[in-house]
């Protein structure tokens, strides 16, 4: 699948954990789209999840909607 990450005019943090991840998407061919995402298209996702330097964390559902939680191991190395 397809990894969407919210673009900086979206208001996050251009931190060493976003550089991270972006670096690693990059090296291991893994496709993603940074944008400005809506809360429809978010709803449409296989998974959700957020990060910050620390690791991942996984969001069960949003507005009943239940979202995979099964941890992504190769995103997990990012922060090891």
């Known amino acids: 699948g397809v990894i969407y990450t919210p673009s900086l005019a979206c208001s996050c943090i251009s931190g060493v954990g976003r550089k991270a991840q972006l670096q690693f998407f990059e090296s291991a061919a893994i496709p993603y789209e940074v944008g400005q995402f809506s809360p429809?298209?978010?709803?449409?996702?296989?998974?959700?999840?957020?990060?910050?330097?620390?690791?991942?964390?996984?969001?069960?559902?949003?507005?009943?909607?239940?979202?995979?939680?099964?941890?992504i191991e190769k995103l997990h190395r990012i922060f090891i």
């Open 40 to 71: 429809e298209q978010m709803l449409n996702a296989d998974r959700v999840f957020v990060s910050n330097v620390t690791g991942l964390s996984y969001i069960a559902s949003i507005e009943g909607k239940r979202f995979d939680t099964t941890p």
